[in-house]
């Protein structure tokens, strides 16, 4: 009822296809990552109660989810979702990459709307995504955790990406150059926002950006250059503000 399979293995489309009594699948990973052609193994097994794992990390993909992608230029995708978003639950990590009739396509994106109505509770961002579309995972509630390399590569969050999530902290990526209008408003879970050491490029935080979230202090870096309206607005616990003489703030950005 139940197979272990190490992850140099190449699991084809329908490999376990109408094996009623299989109870589990569980790929064996070094890392977070290994797996790169999601699609070929997710939701192929025909009993319909199989769940498929991957070890370190506690990654499960339930039965009858696959993500769903588009060609944005050459071999760089982005992802549009999954093909049944309210099955999409638990912990999860994103693809980096989809191999499809031979070609490997890198997911460097994700798409606007892209994750609305999933359930996902723990999610892990590949090294590979460079940004994050509108309301991506917008009114996610039980969206507490995001994992992601806070070192490269992040560098947009879309307006209203994470609104209404129940995520605790958020820690700004070196990379990331822009978090637009109510990207992270409406979550008071939300205790912490930091920014990491070795930024090299100018931030600008949009919007309603913050507003209405449980921050309770900022120390912000001298590469940001400007604060929208209303940036932090509503946060009741926000006793701490730390900022240089070279960002542009509106007056009622809190």
């Known amino acids: ?3 272990i399979i190490p992850n140099t293995v190449n699991i084809a489309a329908y490999a376990f296809s109408q094996m009623t009594p299989l109870s589990e699948v569980v790929v064996t990973v070094d890392g977070t990552t290994g797996i790169t052609d999601y699609n070929s193994w997710l939701a192929t097994n025909g009993s319909g109660t199989a769940k498929f794992s991957v070890l370190s990390g506690n990654i499960t993909f339930q039965e009858g989810v696959k993500f769903t ?4 230029s050459g071999t760089n995708v982005e992802l549009t979702g999954s093909n049944n978003n309210s099955n999409l639950t638990g912990v999860r990590e994103l693809p980096s990459s989809f191999t499809d009739s031979g070609t490997t396509y890198t997911v460097v994106s994700i798409s606007n709307n892209a994750f609305i109505g999933s359930q996902i509770t723990n999610l892990y961002l590949p090294a590979t995504i460079t940004s994050i579309g509108e309301n991506a995972f917008k009114d996610v509630t039980t969206l ?6 806070t070192t490269r590569n992040i560098q947009t969050i879309g307006s209203y990406a994470f609104q209404n999530t129940s995520i605790t902290q958020f820690i700004v990526p070196v990379t990331l150059t822009a978090i637009n209008t109510g990207a992270f408003s409406n979550i008071n879970s939300l205790l912490s926002l930091t920014f990491m050491n070795g930024r090299t490029s100018n931030i600008t935080i949009g919007n309603e950006a913050f507003k209405s979230t449980g921050i309770t202090s900022v120390i912000f870096p001298d590469t940001l250059t400007s604060i929208g309206s209303q940036a932090f607005a509503d946060c009741p616990n926000l006793r701490q503000i730390e900022l240089f003489h070279t960002t542009t703030m509106h007056n009622d950005s809190n």
Not at 69 to 72: D, I, T
Not at 144 to 149: C, G, H, K, L, P
């Open 1 to 3: 009822t139940k197979i």
């Open 69 to 72: 992608y588009s060609v944005l």
């Open 144 to 149: 507490t955790t995001i994992t992601y390399t």
